[in-house]
């Protein structure tokens, strides 16, 4: 059967506005002749109320009227947590984003219970930035976590990792050592250098001791080549580093040897003063 379309012609839409008209008239009749039925007025006062707690609400919240709302971000870190400088109350944590950031950190004593909360930091993109946790409890295990904020587009959890505070005199404690894993050195090689710092990172220790000839400063002249050279070894180190300390020291080929401090013709550019203003 064939489908048939049928168009109204002007006449019968007139025909039927007035229809509607009509009807819309005689319920308002109705409504003002009935006395069950009452129109209230709108209430001025109660709407200059809502609208007072609507920009109180924008205010407090910051809240831009117009602006759009923006998901969170997450960035890429050169370097991610790394402990460092344990005392019995303190430790700091080192990092280097690639992307500007607020951040902050929440520590307890419990897994997903964090009863403390540093300051707000700014951090540069490509630097590292330190926090340091103060008010600790000695010999006790803490649990931590950052918070960070990128371009204002809200807070974003990283994962939780834990640490020590120094031990109780007498007491046992785990520590590792490492020393020569010559990458980019020679016959150093990155497997097995990662290997050994994940079987670090199973022992748990407390803290770590580097015994140098780690860093590959050998023919390095410039700041940025010496810093691209530690910043490649965070990699490797951030694998234990979220929850051990890490102590570097330095060896030949860290050029830290006295007669290399006279190998550039300022001082602060030489191998050593680089190799030590870089740990």
């Not at 609507?54 to 759009?68: C, E, K, N, R, Y």
């Amino acid at each position: 059967m064939p489908i048939r379309n049928e168009v109204k012609s002007s006449s019968d839409h007139r025909n039927t506005t007035g229809k509607l008209r009509t009807l819309f008239f005689q319920e308002r009749v109705k409504m003002r002749s009935n006395p069950a039925i009452k129109l209230r007025k709108p209430n001025k006062k109660l709407a200059f109320q809502c609208l007072l707690v609507l920009m109180t609400i924008v205010i407090a919240f910051g809240i831009q009227p117009g602006s759009a709302v923006k998901a969170q971000q997450t960035i890429t870190f050169s370097g991610t947590e790394l402990l460092g400088r344990a005392t019995d109350t303190s430790i700091s944590i080192k990092i280097v984003p690639d992307s500007a950031i607020q951040y902050y950190y929440q520590y307890g004593t419990s897994t997903g219970s964090y009863t403390g909360q540093t300051s707000t930091i700014s951090a540069t993109a490509g630097a590292p930035s330190t926090a340091i946790i103060t008010g600790l409890t000695p010999n006790t295990r803490y649990y931590y976590r950052m918070q960070y904020n990128y371009n204002n587009t809200g807070w974003v959890a990283r994962p939780e990792f834990s640490f020590w505070t120094q031990r109780a005199s007498g007491s046992s404690f785990t520590f590792d050592v490492t020393s020569d894993s010559h990458v980019n050195i020679i016959m150093g090689q990155a497997a097995t250098w990662t290997q050994t710092l994940n079987n670090i990172a199973a022992d748990h220790p407390d803290f770590l001791i580097d015994l140098g000839d780690t860093i590959a400063m050998d023919g390095v002249t410039t700041l940025s080549a010496a810093d691209a050279n530690y910043l490649f070894q965070r990699d490797f180190f951030d694998i234990p580093g979220n929850s051990a300390g890490i102590y570097l020291s330095s060896g030949n080929h860290e050029q830290t040897e006295g007669w290399h401090l006279d190998d550039n013709a300022s001082i602060t550019l030489s191998p050593p003063a680089m190799s030590t203003n870089l740990m």
